[in-house]
């Protein structure tokens, strides 16, 4: 199982007025779509294992 890194630097300028908030949504956009597509790809068992069902993917990666 592939492990993803969640801790994600800021880059330069990035905390500043609309350009910072935009690269902030991309990322957040980004993250959750790496998330559901890591989530898709475990199969129903593993799922059960991890106590979430494929109903649950979008719920979780909307976090």
Same mark, same amino acid.
């Given at each position: 199982?592939?492990?993803?890194? !969640?801790?994600? =630097?800021?880059?330069?300028?990035?905390? %500043?007025?609309? %350009?910072?908030? =935009?690269?902030?949504? %991309?990322?957040?956009?980004?993250?959750?779509?790496? !998330?559901?597509?890591? =989530?898709?790809?475990?199969? &129903?068992?593993?799922?059960? &294992?991890?106590?979430?069902?494929?109903?649950?993917? &979008?719920?979780?990666?909307?976090?």
């Amino acid at each position: 199982m592939a492990a993803f890194e !969640t801790n994600r =630097l800021a880059a330069p300028g990035a905390g %500043v007025g609309i %350009v910072g908030r =935009l690269v902030a949504s %991309v990322a957040a956009w980004n993250d959750a779509r790496v !998330t559901r597509k890591a =989530l898709a790809r475990l199969s &129903d068992r593993e799922l059960d &294992d991890i106590g979430l069902s494929r109903g649950d993917i &979008d719920m979780i990666s909307a976090r």
